[in-house]
């Protein structure tokens, strides 16, 4: 398996203080990484980071065997896409808002992609109603379709279910293993759920101040934690 | 009582006999509102779009607020200012574009472009911060994000554009000294009010005003239908 | 509809309010006049010593001699000061105003610029000149705005045998006040007629303009027809609200023989010769 992401010495700060500090990191090809650990543990920051939103002040990323120092090409950066907690939607109808995804890449956005991704999601009826007037569920599948029909190689999704009620979030979830079994996308998931995180994820990582505590096969993660923190997260400690 | 029943009437009038010297005004008028309107709008919504996506503007403590006090520019000083660049003696004076329209659109561009940019700069600024985030995480350019993050601003844009087209239309001031007034060259149906008035003609001065309401009303009723068109609600 | 009144009321009481607040004792007269007394200063020289003496304030409002006239015949005015002769004796005749005084004169000049393109210099009548200039078909530029300058500038035409306001690419119909007109010609180098107070007190910002006919003073001037007389006249009471009384006082005092005294000397310090020439009857008379 190659890997999508090298992370060498990365960190991300401001000033003194580093929101990000992973020595090390490798993201592998076609995998599903959750991600859990505490509010402000840096998980989002790395996100924006493999997203190439922002450049880390240190170190390095690889992305797909190519160093990206500085900023990313286009092409790069068009190769991942994010969705976010809150699904950012623009004011017009619910398919302007899928066909976005496509537009800003410069695709051809008449080659049925759009109405498939919104049947895929349920959307079909929804097509031509203003986004605006969507539930947080159905926003959030507006949301998932936008960044799925430019076909990415790595999809990041920062808390997507977190405001979700449990139809959606089994729905999201359908459609995210999919893509990652059918496409061999590589999905990087920010949860606060660790049932989620068990359901989804090959691997989990436990982010606390901006370190990865320890990031293992989900199952170890869980059953066997190594660490003292990821022994008392999975128990629904709270870690400070 | 009198003048004002009469004013509609002769307004009427004056539209049905399709009075030469009443249309060479009003389309005066429109020509010069719309050249200024355009080549604000064409300057000032980038610049606008420019500064209100530009998170850490250098200058901005002082740029803001001279673009706010250019908002509340009195047309008169604009159009004194641009005689005086326009004058023989000015530095402009070789264009001899004083007493002419092009000097009127000067002026009323002047007048419209901090409209423009303020507004639009405010409306940019009004949408959600974070869909510059999602637009680049979704792999579009510099320029795709501020083309969208512009048609999301698109209420508060159009209202930039009335507004600035509102300012310029209804101005007499500037024109009145840049333009001079003169008739079949430079007037205006602001400046054509304000003589009749002088004259005494209360009765035609109005139902030019009525003219010129109506001219507004007509264009921002198709502002409107465009905004409405656009999905806003 | 009522709720949308009571604000509209409001409003209007408060203007109300502010206007009425400090006028309870004294008496006002509303003066309607042209630009050209009010502009030169000289209501300014004169008013205080009318106020100070018959404890009224005076309102002046200068507009056009069309608009002075039309604010005469609305009622709007107690009294009018202006320059039209016909137009002023109409407004008598259709029973608009009681009486017409003499107050003064002074005169027109017609300017033009330095190097003449029409070659009108030294023609002594200002009809004439307009010929000449209309032959030329150098510009000309007119008040064009009903005034009593463009009212004598038709009649000038009329008397070159032409039709006034001339349809011409060369004739430039302002229709603006005098300082705006001179302005522009001079930025231009039009002709243009002017009376020569306005011409004047505006001269050192007019370095492209010279007088053509006219002369340098009153005195020198070579055509009678440029001779500008202003009158007074009391607005018809019969309209209601007007103040016919403090109107008659007003007359009275601005034609006596002491306020022209003062007339005639205005301006003298600041052009060298006087702005405006003495003309009641009771200076006539003296």
Redesign the interface.
């Known amino acids: 398996m190659t890997a999508t992401y090298e992370l060498a010495d990365v960190r991300h700060c401001y000033g003194d203080r580093c929101v990000v500090d992973i020595p090390t990191l490798e993201v592998r090809s076609g995998e599903i990484l959750g991600l859990v650990g505490p509010s402000g543990a840096g998980k989002s920051t790395l996100l924006r980071l493999l997203n190439f939103l922002e450049t880390p002040t240190h170190g390095l990323i690889t992305y797909a065997g190519v160093e990206i120092g500085g900023d990313a090409s286009l092409a790069t950066r068009r190769d991942v896409t994010t969705v976010f907690q809150r699904p950012m939607l623009l004011r017009r109808s619910v398919a302007a808002n899928v066909r976005i995804g496509r537009k800003l890449h410069g695709l051809d956005t008449k080659d049925g992609s759009t109405e498939r991704w919104l049947e895929k999601l349920g959307l079909t009826d929804l097509a031509d109603a203003p986004a605006r007037t969507l539930s947080a569920g159905e926003a959030q599948r507006v949301a998932l379709a936008r960044a799925l029909v430019v076909e990415p190689s790595v999809l990041l999704l920062d808390e997507p279910t977190g405001n979700l009620d449990p139809y959606n979030v089994g729905l999201l979830e359908e459609i995210v293993r999919s893509e990652n079994a059918e496409r061999g996308t590589t999905i990087i998931v920010i949860t606060h759920d660790v049932f989620q995180a068990r359901r989804l994820a090959d691997r989990t990582g436990l982010m606390v101040s901006g370190r990865m505590v320890e990031l293992a096969a989900t199952e170890a993660f869980f059953s066997a934690p190594q660490q003292p923190q990821t022994a008392a997260f999975v128990r629904g400690d709270l870690l400070i | 009582m009198g003048t004002l029943g009469r004013a509609f009437t002769d307004a009427l009038g004056l539209l049905w006999n399709m009075d030469a010297a009443l249309i060479e005004t009003v389309l005066l008028t429109l020509q010069v509102t719309l050249v200024a309107l355009v080549i604000a709008l064409a300057v000032g919504i980038p610049i606008g779009a420019a500064i209100g996506l530009t998170r850490h503007l250098p200058g901005r403590w002082l740029i803001v607020p001279l673009i706010y006090t250019g908002m509340g520019l009195p047309p008169v000083t604009v159009g004194l200012f641009t005689y005086l660049v326009l ?2 003696q000015g530095p402009l004076g070789g264009l001899g574009w ?2 002419t329209p092009s000097g009127m659109i000067v002026a009323q561009t002047i007048i419209a472009f901090p409209l423009v940019v303020g507004l639009t700069m405010a409306a940019v600024q009004g949408v ?1 911060p ?2 510059p ?9 510099r320029r ?1 994000v501020a083309t ?1 993050t512009l ?2 601003a ?1 209420v508060g844009v159009t209202a930039a554009v009335v507004a600035a087209y509102g300012a310029i239309i209804s101005e007499v001031g500037a024109v ?2 840049v333009g ?6 430079t ?1 205006v149906l602001t ?2 009010i ?2 009749e ?6 009765a035609l001065a109005l139902s030019l005003g009525i003219i010129l309401l109506s001219l507004a009303f007509l264009t921002n009723f198709a502002f409107h239908r465009l905004q409405v068109h656009q ?3 | 509809m009522r709720v949308r009144i009571i604000p509209f009321v409001v409003v209007m009481l408060l203007a109300a309010s502010c206007g009425g607040g400090s006028s309870d004792k004294v008496r006002v007269l509303r003066l309607a006049t042209t630009t050209s007394t009010n502009d030169s200063g000289l209501l300014n020289a004169l008013l205080p010593a009318f106020e100070a003496e018959y404890e009224a304030r005076v309102d002046v409002v200068a507009v056009g001699t069309g608009q002075a006239i039309a604010l005469g015949e609305a009622g709007d005015a107690d009294v009018i000061l202006v320059h039209a002769r016909a137009r002023e004796e109409a407004f008598v005749a259709e029973g608009h105003g009681t009486v017409r005084s003499d107050v003064m004169y002074n005169d027109f000049v017609i300017v033009g610029p330095t190097d003449d393109p029409a070659s009108i210099a030294g023609i002594p009548l200002a009809s004439d000149v307009l010929a000449a200039i209309a032959v030329a078909e150098a510009t000309f530029a007119s008040r064009g705005d009903d005034s009593g300058t463009h009212s004598k500038e038709r009649s000038l035409w009329k008397t070159a045998g032409m039709t006034s306001d001339p349809d011409a690419g060369w004739y430039k119909s302002l229709g603006q006040g005098m300082g705006s007109t001179l302005n522009y010609a001079n930025e231009v180098g039009a002709y243009t007629l002017t009376d020569r107070g306005t011409f004047l007190a505006q001269g050192e910002s007019l370095p492209g303009l010279q007088v053509m006919v006219g002369g340098a003073s009153i005195d020198e001037s070579t055509d009678p027809s440029l001779l500008n007389p202003y009158g007074v006249i009391p607005v018809n009471p019969d309209k209601g609200g007007i103040d016919a009384e403090l109107a008659e006082v007003f007359v009275e005092w601005l034609t006596s023989v002491e306020t022209q005294e003062t007339i005639e000397t205005f301006g003298v310090d600041s052009f060298g010769q006087p702005l405006f020439y003495p003309d009641s009857e009771a200076w006539r008379n003296r």
């Open positions: 004058s023989n004083l007493f959600d974070n869909l985030v999602q637009m680049l995480s979704l792999g579009a350019t795709q969208v048609l999301e698109r009145m000294l001079g007034n003169i008739e079949g060259e007037r400046t054509a304000v003589l008035t002088r004259k005494g003609n209360f999905g806003v609600r």
